[in-house]
């Protein structure tokens, strides 16, 4: 039945319909309290309802309840230990999509959101090099860049934005 809820809450999404997505997903995750799957598949599933209720804040306007909800998806997540592959990309984004609103709540968690640029960086370095992880890394990079251009801290976003650039020279000078 939880799976069935989160599945039509993606549904939802689809259709912009945030509110009947919130409802799906708070009573899936109250499922999942009450199950008795093994940890290992729990933490899983709490990561990707987690993930898709930031998801549906962030479209309710709801920004520091987005926040909150790309952490526990990300801390679900980190339980799992894998440092490669699609956990650790869905981890990262985690952080990423956490970073953005932090940046976008009104008192501007400026070193919450770098701690969440770090992270996401840190795991997407760890990944094999592909064109996707480069563009990917380059994307936040830039992104992080950004945020230190905002708040006058020119040599970090300098530092960065040169480093997005050759990855973005990278990729085109091989053919990619």
């Known amino acids: 039945m939880a799976i069935m809820l ?22 899936s995750i109250g499922l999942l309290d009450k ?18 209720m930031g998801v549906c804040q962030e479209g309710l306007n709801k920004i520091g309840r987005a926040a909150d909800a790309y952490r526990k998806a990300a801390g679900y997540m980190d339980r799992s230990g894998e440092e490669t ?44 090099v592909t064109r996707e992880r480069n563009e990917n890394l380059r994307q936040l990079l830039s992104s992080r ?12 976003a300098h530092a960065d934005f040169t480093r997005a650039e050759s990855l973005r020279s990278a990729s085109a000078s091989s053919g990619e």
């Open 6 to 27: 989160k599945n039509r809450s993606d549904a939802y999404r689809e259709l912009g319909d945030f509110k009947s997505m919130q409802s799906d997903l708070t009573e």
């Open 35 to 52: 199950s008795e799957l093994p940890d290992e598949m729990l933490r899983s599933f709490y990561g990707s309802h987690w993930f898709s």
């Open 145 to 156: 860049g950004s945020l230190y251009e905002a708040f006058r801290e020119i040599d970090l």
């Open 85 to 128: 592959g699609s956990d650790a990309y869905m981890k990262a984004l985690c952080h990423f999509r956490r970073a953005i609103c932090l940046c976008r709540r009104d008192e501007q968690e400026y070193y919450g959101a770098l701690y969440e640029y770090d992270k996401a960086i840190r795991l997407i370095e760890k990944m094999p």
